[in-house]
C-alpha cells in the first residue's frame, strides 16, 4: 500500500459493549499519553478502575437525550472523524470549529443477535439496535487512511504494540476498516433478518402482526445470507476443488460445523456432508440407535437396548459399504462400544459425548475423527436450506416435518399389527434420510436393504432387495417404506416377492387405485402419509 508511513494517535474515541480486554488497552492508551474519550456506561467504567477519560458530553456541549438513544451523533464527533488530514480545507473548518481530530475509535455494537435469543418482546428488542455506533465504526473505517478502527476485542493486544512501536500503517489499518465493514454488514443482516421474521414471529407484542402479513405477504422471507468464515478445508469434493466451513453466527454454539473434534485428522468436506445426515437421522430415533452413513445415504440403520447392539445390527445391512464410513450414535459412546468400533475401519464416529475409555481406545486409532456432536437444538436450529445454482440460488424451509408425529391413513383391507405399524415408523424415518428415489426394507427396528438414488423407483426397489440378499438377510414379514408415491404397481409386486407385508408411502399418484388394489391382492398392509420427503 502507498504511504505506509504510520500515524501519531493522539486522541481515542472508546464505546463498547463487550468490555473483554478494554481495561489492559485502556491502560496502554495513557501510558502512550493517547488521550480517551468514552460515552455513558463504557465512561464509568474505566473511570472506577482510574482512567481518566474526557466524555462525548463535555467534546460536544451536549447531553444524551432520549434515554440514551443520542449520543455521539454531533458534527463535534463526527467532523473529528471524517475529516481527510490531507485535505487543508477540512483541517481549517475542524480549528475554526474548535473540534478535536479522532484519530481512533474502539467500538463494538449492541448484542442486537443475544437479545433476539432471550427476549421476545418486539420494543425491547428494537432498542437493541445500534444506531450512533454503527455511524461511528463506518466513519471511522470509511476515513481509514486517517483513523484507526478497532472493533474486535482480540484486535486489542495487536493495536497496542503496533503502537507501543511506532508501527500503526496504513496496512494495519485497512485491514481493521475491512474487519469493521464486515462486521457492520452482519450486523445489519441480523437486524433485517429479524424484520423479515416478523410475521411469523413468536412475540405476542406484535400488534401490527397482521397488517404486516396483509401488505407483504410473502411466502419465502427476502432476506441476507450472513455467514462467517469458521475455518479452511483440505479440499472440497475432490482434490482439485478448495473448499471452507462457514457458519451463522447466530448459530455457530449448535451447528455441526462448530462441533468439538475430539481427535483425528482435519474434517473433509465429505465428512461434514455425512456426519450432518448421519446425526440428524439418529437424534430421531428414540431408543439407542446407529446410524451408518456412506457417500451420503444411510448404509444400515439400527435401534436395539444399547448402541453396541444397535452397531451391530445397523452393520449387518451392508457390511461392504460399512467400510470407510461415517457412523452416529444418539447416546454416549463407551469402553465397550469404542473396543467393537475400533476394529473396523471408520472415517468418522460422531455422537454426543464419549465417555474416558472410550477416548483413550480411540487415541490408539489416531486417524480415525472423533466428533462430540452439538446440542440436540442444532437440528431445529436452521430453518431454510440453501443451495448454489451457476448464477443463483435456491432456498427453501428445512424439512422439519419428518420430526414431527408421523400421521397415517390405513388405506388396504388389510391392517398392519402393532409390530410392523412400529418397523413402518422406523423405516419411514430412515427413508426421509436417503436420496430419492428411496426405498427402505426394516424388520425389528433395523434395516434389511436400502436402495437410493435411482431414477426410477422400481429400480429402487429391485436394488433394495438385492442388498438385502447378497447381505444374507431375510426379507420374509419386512416391511417397506418410499419416500414418494409408487407410479406403478411393479414396485408393490416385487416387494410381495421378497416378503414383504406392509408399506408405508405418501400416496397421490393418479395409480394409486392400480397400486392399492395389487396391495390387497398380495394381502399387504399399506399405509398413506399424505407428506413426500425427497431428497436430491
Known amino acids: 500500500m502507498k504511504n505506509e508511513s504510520p500515524v501519531k494517535i493522539k486522541t481515542c474515541l472508546i464505546s463498547v459493549s463487550d468490555k473483554r480486554n478494554l481495561l489492559k488497552l485502556a491502560q496502554e492508551l495513557e501510558s502512550n499519553n ?151 454488514a452482519r450486523y445489519e443482516n441480523e437486524i433485517s433478518n429479524y424484520f423479515h421474521r416478523l410475521d411469523t414471529s413468536n412475540s405476542q407484542n406484535m400488534t401490527t402482526k397482521k397488517k404486516f402479513s396483509d401488505s407483504i405477504n410473502l411466502e419465502m422471507p427476502i432476506f441476507s445470507i450472513n455467514l462467517k468464515k469458521y ?61 451408518i452413513v456412506k457417500h451420503a445415504n444411510p448404509c444400515g440403520v439400527a435401534e436395539a437396548d444399547s448402541c453396541l447392539e444397535a452397531f451391530k445390527r445397523a452393520k449387518q445391512t451392508d457390511t461392504i459399504s460399512s467400510f470407510g464410513s461415517v457412523v452416529a450414535f444418539n447416546e454416549a459412546v463407551d469402553e465397550a ?32 475423527r472423533v466428533i462430540k456432536n452439538p446440542k440436540k437444538a442444532s437440528t431445529e436450529s436452521s430453518s431454510l ?52 428415489n428411496a426405498i427402505v426394507f426394516c424388520r425389528d427396528s433395523r434395516t434389511l436393504g436400502i436402495g437410493a438414488g435411482q431414477m426410477s423407483r422400481f429400480d429402487s426397489v429391485k436394488i433394495a432387495k438385492m442388498k438385502a440378499l447378497q447381505a444374507g438377510q431375510s426379507l420374509e414379514n419386512s416391511v417397506v417404506a418410499s419416500d414418494a408415491f409408487f407410479p406403478f404397481r411393479d414396485g408393490i409386486d416385487v416387494l410381495s416377492e421378497a416378503g414383504a407385508k406392509s408399506v408405508i408411502q405418501p400416496g397421490g399418484s393418479i395409480k394409486d387405485s392400480e397400486v392399492i388394489a395389487a396391495a390387497d391382492e398380495h394381502k399387504i398392509a399399506m399405509l398413506f402419509t399424505g407428506i413426500r420427503h425427497f431428497r436430491h
Open 34 to 184: 493517547i488521550e480517551i474519550i468514552s460515552t455513558g456506561g463504557t465512561a464509568n467504567f474505566l473511570q472506577q478502575n482510574g482512567i481518566d477519560v474526557i466524555s462525548v458530553e463535555d467534546l460536544t456541549g451536549f447531553p444524551e437525550i432520549l434515554d440514551g438513544r443520542v449520543k455521539t451523533l454531533h458534527p463535534n464527533i463526527h467532523g473529528g472523524l471524517l475529516a481527510r488530514r490531507s485535505n487543508k480545507k477540512h483541517m481549517q473548518k475542524l480549528e475554526s470549529l474548535k473540534i478535536t481530530p479522532v484519530d481512533m475509535v474502539v467500538i463494538n455494537l449492541y448484542p442486537f443477535k443475544d437479545k433476539t435469543r432471550v427476549c421476545f418482546q418486539h420494543e425491547e428488542i428494537i432498542e437493541a439496535i445500534d444506531i450512533g455506533g454503527s455511524t461511528l465504526m463506518r466513519a471511522a473505517a470509511k476515513n481509514y487512511q486517517d483513523i484507526t478502527i478497532v472493533s474486535n476485542p482480540d484486535d486489542y493486544g495487536l493495536v497496542s504494540t503496533a503502537i507501543k512501536n511506532n508501527k500503526v500503517l496504513l496496512s494495519l489499518r485497512f485491514s481493521l476498516a475491512l474487519k469493521a465493514f464486515d462486521c457492520s
Open 337 to 368: 462400544l469404542a473396543n467393537f468400533i475400533s476394529r473396523d475401519f471408520i472415517e468418522l464416529i460422531i455422537a454426543p459425548d464419549f465417555t474416558k475409555s472410550a477416548k483413550k481406545i480411540f487415541s490408539q486409532k489416531p486417524n480415525i
Open 385 to 436: 436450506e440453501i443451495r448454489s445454482l451457476i448464477g443463483g440460488y435456491l432456498i427453501q424451509n428445512r424439512d422439519t416435518h419428518q420430526r414431527k408425529d408421523i400421521k397415517f391413513t390405513t388405506v388396504t383391507k388389510i391392517k398392519p399389527s402393532e409390530k410392523e405399524l412400529a418397523d413402518l415408523k422406523f423405516a419411514w424415518i430412515v427413508a426421509c434420510w436417503v436420496k430419492s
Open 231 to 291: 475455518s479452511d478445508l483440505r479440499y472440497g469434493e475432490n482434490p482439485h476443488q478448495k473448499a471452507a466451513i462457514y457458519c451463522d453466527p447466530a448459530e455457530d454454539e449448535t451447528t455441526l460445523v462448530c462441533a468439538q473434534q475430539i481427535q483425528g485428522k482435519r474434517l473433509s468436506y465429505n465428512n461434514l456432508i455425512d456426519a450432518d445426515s448421519a446425526f440428524q437421522c439418529a437424534e430421531m430415533l428414540s431408543k439407542p440407535a446407529c446410524v
